[in-house]
T-cell receptor, first 115, second 115 residues
Framework: DAGVIQSPRHEVTEMGQEVTLRCKPI?????LFWYRQTMMRGLELLIY????????DSGMPEDRFSAKMPNASFSTLKIQPSEPRDSAVYFC?????????????FGPGTRLLVL | AQKITQTQPGMFVQEKEAVTLDCTYD???????LFWYKQPSSGEMIFLIY??????QNATEGRYSLNFQKARKSANLVISASQLGDSAMYFC????????????FGAGTQVVVTP
């Protein structure tokens, strides 16, 4: 079975440009999570969805960041405009449901560099 | 608010030996879940083991076991018979039951297994 798919795997862009990261969760999974990993701040949860509905976006750093999940098989994380401090690895993860003990399965990550 | 502390930034272990990675947490939630993930140099996040706060027995998964001491709020990971492929970053994470999936990660411990 395919795992969580993220694209692109690497993105280099210039400050001020719009960046869109994409995620396809594991089929049948009802929860989707976006994380950011940096050396300074470690792994941070940005936002998560249950059944395509955003549940908690308290980790989204600022209004430049937005996330959508138009259907059960696709989500995007958009940064507009991008800044050098947004450089990080962005992970998407999905989970089967809301049962206790269920783990999250992570995608390979998108490594973003903003110049 | 919950907090995860991993006090060992890095450690060396010899092949075939056991290693214990420390994790302490601070939470006021009565029910929660604890996870360990492995992140090799390739970057992906790999789920290792889960422990629920009400589980009576310590979790085990192959060579991984979790030394859960609820009163001390610690959830140490034990890797037995270390292998070269165990060299990686290891993260402890926690989620409260009432917002399952909202993982908060520790800073991680870098493990290097030597021949």
């Amino acid at each position: 079975d395919a795992g969580v798919i993220q694209s692109p795997r690497h993105e280099v862009t210039e400050m001020g440009q719009e960046v869109t990261l994409r995620c396809k969760p594991i089929s049948g999974h009802n929860s989707l999570f976006w994380y950011r990993q940096t050396m300074m701040r470690g792994l941070e949860l940005l936002i998560y969805f249950n059944n395509n509905v955003p549940i908690d976006d308290s980790g989204m750093p600022e209004d430049r960041f937005s996330a959508k999940m138009p259907n059960a098989s696709f989500s995007t994380l958009k940064i507009q405009p991008s800044e050098p401090r947004d450089s990080a690895v962005y992970f998407c993860a999905s989970r089967p449901g809301r049962g206790e003990g269920e783990t999250q399965y992570f995608g390979p990550g998108t490594r973003l560099l903003v110049l | 608010a919950q907090k995860i502390t991993q006090t060992q930034p890095g450690m060396f272990v010899q092949e075939k030996e056991a290693v214990t990675l420390d994790c302490t947490y601070d939470t006021s939630d009565p029910s929660y879940g604890l996870f360990w993930y492995k992140q090799p140099s390739s970057g992906e996040m790999i789920f290792l083991i889960y422990q629920g706060s009400y589980d009576q027995q310590n979790a085990t998964e192959g060579r991984y076991s979790l030394n859960f001491q609820k009163a001390r709020k610690s959830a140490n990971l034990v890797i037995s018979a270390s292998q070269l492929g165990d060299s990686a970053m290891y993260f402890c994470a926690m989620t409260p039951t009432d917002s399952w999936g909202k993982l908060q990660f520790g800073a991680g411990t870098q493990v290097v297994v030597t021949p």
